[in-house]
């Protein structure tokens, strides 16, 4: 049996959602009988693969980084997994669309420094804050949504052992958003 | 003249890059590590109700929400002026142990360990816990169920295995009863055997990674932790103390609310990660280090007997002195292992943790406070400001990571200018400037609060910073 090609990435999410997939604990073992982890924070691939089966992935968009990226990913998979609800609706991540980018910004490196020599937010090198945190949806077409916060683990195998043996599952049955 | 980029860093919990910049001699004059996420927790926290904090907190970070929510809940105690019960205080230190067994798992087996089996110069598609599986399928197995052993239990105690919603102002959520108690007692002698076969396989492997060992990360710097009465190690409680690399104490018996005096957060354009410094010293010479190692440095025993014999051998790397090799956090943090699944036995053991853990109350009366805890990375920070009704004004956070990194600037400065030769960067090299920041075992995704993710290209500069090649390493 050909093996899934499965990636695995997280955005702007607190790596709770990614957490949740170790939580399968020993069913990991039994599921990557059936998957090749090509592309994740678990494994050493820095350049995300062209042909991907099925791409996972955990939080929004919150830089222009992350829309390059999430692109990226769409062109290069088959499905994509929106994974957690930061995935699905921003959730936690897009708490600072409350604020904006700037008073944020303003209240970490500006009021709650003590040194700041040059004045100025980070800027150079890391990627640049969006105006707006995002959903996945908004920007891509996302082919599997599966909420919760993390999303639990039954869940997550759940899903893949459905899309391991081509079968369809009622998802409300393993999960519920915010919890 | 070059730039080597790192990115995205893999096998660490966050998102980072890394860069290293070549003078006009092809050496390498400088390196530093990127953190490119940020989510201002600092910010829209304001306006939130006290007691959403633990549950809003513990969002920064998958890997240890429970650190934040004990810091959290214990800042929201002294907002109600309340001490939990005994029964209470016991299942927070059992809930925080579990999580410090777990996240020093998911860092030595998911993470670092292949590097251990495999070398660091083994080709990238093999150093993973995926390929464990197959070539050391028990060992792989092992650490799974450590792991979920620590999940477990905080799981049972606190309800839900990542962001739980048990622990909480004036105690926690759930009382233990006797049947369950005997349920996880149970799984205890597996877990000892586990974590001491763990160490008994670094150990042996030491002598394989003597050049790693003199290079990653090793000099001088300032430690802190928290120790307890008796200067012994703790995580949930206690006060902090500061030593210089000689061992001398620059600071004892400080309580978590007087942070401000001795630490300052500086900002570096080029990361979203803060660096906290010791304010005496200033900045950037005030370097400190926290975590598994500092603890183990600035610690005078465990606690427990298993952890303590352990220890000995550790204090004598350096005779005694402070051990400066950052790469030996690994084996600190194999010794805290160990130390967790003691002290959880011996509080599961304890028969007040089988008392009434909560103590109810609803009036603010004071309205400012800090919560501290050790957390798996290091001292965690979490000092709030509320008016009258508990409405949340001020926040700031210092992440456990964020205090290592004007030390994980160094080392991995040090890393790349021992391994990295800028006329034929070899992909072993490459993995010993990222394996450098796996040792701190760095939370970026909370440590940004956290303000944001570190990923990892390795970027060559020249020396007027300009980018020459990213190495994207495929
Ligand atoms: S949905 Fe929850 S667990 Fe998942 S990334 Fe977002 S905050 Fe973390």
Known sequence: MKKIRLATIWLDGCSGCHMSILDMDEKLIEIAEYVDVVYSPYVDTKEFPSDVDLTIVEGALSTDHDIKMIKKIRANSKYILGLGDCAITGNISAMKNLFGSEAVLQRSYGELADTNASGVYPSKIVPKLLDKVLPLHEVIKVDYFLPGCPTPSDAIYAMLRSLIEGKEINISDYTRFGK | ?474
């Open chain 2, 1 to 474: 003249m070059k730039k080597i980029i790192i990115d995205p860093v893999t096998r660490i919990e966050g998102h980072a890059k890394i860069t290293i910049d070549i003078d006009a001699d092809n050496r390498v004059s400088d390196a530093k590590i990127h953190v490119t996420q940020f989510r201002g927790f600092e910010k829209f926290c304001e306006g939130q109700i006290y007691s959403q904090m633990p549950a809003l907190t513990a969002r920064t970070c998958g890997i240890c929400p429970v650190s934040h929510a004990i810091s959290s809940i214990k800042a929201c105690d002294t907002l109600l002026g309340v001490t939990p019960p005994q029964a209470g205080i016991n299942l927070r230190k059992i809930i925080n142990l579990a999580q410090i067994l777990q996240s020093h798992t998911l860092s030595f087996y998911h993470l670092s360990s292949p590097d251990f089996i495999y070398g660091f110069d083994a080709k990238k598609e093999e150093r993973n816990i995926f390929k464990m599986m197959q070539t050391h399928p028990q060992m792989a197995k092992d650490g799974i169920m450590l792991r979920a052993f620590g999940q477990k239990i905080i799981q049972t105690l606190a309800g839900k295995r990542i962001h739980p919603d048990g622990l909480v102002p004036g105690g926690v959520e759930k009382n233990l009863d006797e049947a369950t108690r005997d349920t996880l007692l149970a799984e205890i002698p597996n877990a000892i055997r586990i974590s001491q076969e763990s160490l008994a396989f670094f150990k042996t492997n030491l002598t394989k990674f003597q050049k790693e060992i003199d290079s990653f990360g090793v000099f001088p710097s300032l430690f802190m932790a928290l120790v307890d009465e008796h200067d012994n190690l703790e995580h949930y409680d206690g006060k902090l103390k500061i030593i210089d690399s000689e061992g001398n104490v620059l600071q004892e018996h400080i309580s978590p609310e007087e942070y401000k005096e001795f630490i300052g957060e500086a900002v570096e354009e080029e990361s979203y990660l803060k660096s906290p410094y010791y304010k005496p010293m200033g900045y950037p010479q005030g370097m400190y280090r926290v975590g598994p190692l500092a603890r183990l440095n600035v610690a005078k025993a465990c606690g427990t007997a298993r952890a303590d014999n352990e220890l000995l051998a550790f204090k004598a790397l350096n005779a005694g002195k402070p051990v400066l090799n950052s790469f030996y956090y690994h084996y600190a943090r194999l010794i805290e292992m160990l130390y967790a699944i003691e002290k959880i036995e011996a509080l599961l053991k304890d028969e007040a943790t089988l008392g009434e853990a909560l103590h109810r109350t609803s009036k603010i009366l004071k309205t400012r406070a800090v919560g501290c805890s050790e957390a798996p990375r290091g001292t965690l920070f979490h000092d709030y400001e509320v008016d009258k009704n508990g409405i949340i004004q001020k926040v700031n956070l210092i992440i456990a990571t964020g205090n290592n990194n004007l030390a994980m600037n160094a080392g991995v400065k040090q890393v790349a200018q021992t391994f990295v030769n800028a006329e034929d960067v070899t992909e072993g090299a490459l993995n010993r400037v990222e394996a450098l920041i796996r040792c701190f075992d760095p939370c970026l995704s909370c440590s940004t609060h956290a303000l944001g993710i570190v990923s990892s290209n390795i970027e060559l500069r020249d020396h007027n910073k300009n980018i020459i090649q990213i190495f994207k390493r495929n």
